[in-house]
């Protein structure tokens, strides 16, 4: 996992962050910013606000995972293209897209600040030919394409194997495929503490089905002669969401939790908030399961 402040795993400090010159200034910033945006920070060694600055920048690309770069210009030393951009002071900071200057600010910024200005550009950014698999593979997964959505994400593990969005997204495509013991298998690949809401989720599926009792035939026959059998309730949607139709398993523990929401020292309410991490915060299940949930507890 790479965390702020540290170099990403497969890059090396030169690849984000450089020191940059006249001479260098069109391959490392102009066809460089092609590729992925560039941000050129102009500073000189006697600038007092320069040496609050780039730290900060430098954090920030970093935290970025190598989405953008950090070209750093003495302009003591690299005056010309200091003075094409007609950089009046310093620090000066510019960020270049497509081998243009699109944004820019001029001397000391807080941290806060700094992320709006980092986020603002990668939002305007063109996709990574990463990002383009990561989003055609989570588009593939979520129309029920789990083969090429597989494939997509296996892809980005071969040029980045710690990414964890691949890993938690491919170790889904197995889970989808009923091959938990895989899934399993490349969840692990990512470090026990690694955050990530692909690859949460799916430990938390894993989890779910990992916990699911085999059988439900006598849960089934109680809950059909007794709709207020909680506990044959609780036990079957246990069993659906270890199957991952997650959506069943919440309208279970939601009628539950509507008919007695402290029944059983609150366990409806506890294997819902499970079902929610497996199906992800961003998920219909989610979205509108807490919906129902609080009108529920909040009446």
């Known amino acids: 996992m790479t ?75 690299n005056p ?22 699109v944004d820019g ?27 383009e698999l990561l989003l055609m593979a989570k588009e593939s997964l979520d129309l029920g394409d ?3 959505a597989a494939q997509a994400y296996a892809q980005v593990l071969q040029e980045e194997p710690d990414n964890l969005t691949a890993i938690g997204g491919l170790a889904r495509c197995y889970l989808a495929g009923g091959d938990n013991e895989r899934a399993t298998e490349v969840a692990e690949l990512a470090p026990p503490g690694a955050k990530n809401a692909d690859l949460e989720s799916v430990r938390a599926a894993l989890a779910l089905a990992a916990a699911a009792p085999s059988d439900t035939a006598e849960a089934d026959r109680r809950l059909a002669a007794d709709p207020n059998d909680h506990e044959a309730r609780l036990e079957l949607a246990q069993a659906l969401a270890g199957k991952g139709n997650l959506q069943a398993a919440a309208d279970h523990l939601l009628t539950i939790l509507a008919q007695d929401r402290d029944w059983n020292e609150g ?30 507890l909040f009446a």
């Open 267 to 296: 366990a409806a309410k506890a294997e819902l908030l499970k079902v929610f991490e497996a199906a992800g915060p961003t998920s219909d299940v989610a979205k509108q399961g807490r919906k129902r949930m609080a009108s529920i």
């Open 3 to 77: 965390l702020i402040g540290e170099t990403p795993p497969g890059k090396a400090p030169a690849d984000l962050i450089k020191e940059g010159s006249d001479a260098g200034f069109v391959a490392d910033v102009i066809e460089a910013s092609r590729d992925q945006p560039v941000i050129v920070d102009f500073w000189a060694t006697w600038c007092g606000p320069c040496k609050q600055l780039t730290p900060a920048l430098e954090k920030a690309v970093l935290a970025a995972k190598g989405k953008v770069k950090l070209v750093k210009i003495d302009v003591d030393k």
């Open 146 to 148: 789990v083969g090429v």
């Open 80 to 101: 010309v293209y200091a003075g094409q951009l007609r950089v009046q002071s310093i620090p000066t900071v510019y960020a270049f897209v497509g081998g243009k200057p």
């Open 105 to 131: 600010f001029m001397g000391a910024l807080p941290d806060s600040q700094i992320k709006a200005f980092m986020d603002k550009l990668l939002a305007d950014a063109p996709l990574s030919e990463i990002d």
